[in-house]
């Protein structure tokens, strides 16, 4: 399971971004471009922030296609 999950893109633009650890998810923030989730992945600890935005070992993208971050 990803440690990073990235959620659906919100009607207002930005997709909320969460992690998980020990069962427990934490809300990071809302990422509108690939640079808040490269930051988020940051500072999760991800050795390679750029990229573990492709990596499905680090992150899940749900309801959406990756990188893209506003609704249809």
Request: hydrophobic fraction near 35%; glycine fraction near 14%.
């Amino acid at each position: 399971m990803a440690a990073i999950t990235v959620h659906r893109p919100g009607r207002t633009g930005g997709r909320r971004v969460t992690a998980r650890s020990g069962g427990v998810e934490t809300i990071l923030g809302t990422a509108y471009r690939d640079a808040d989730l490269i930051e988020f992945l940051r500072r999760a600890g991800a050795p390679d922030p750029e990229g573990a935005a492709d990596d499905p070992e680090w992150v899940e993208w749900r309801g959406g296609r990756p990188h893209e971050w506003t609704a249809a």
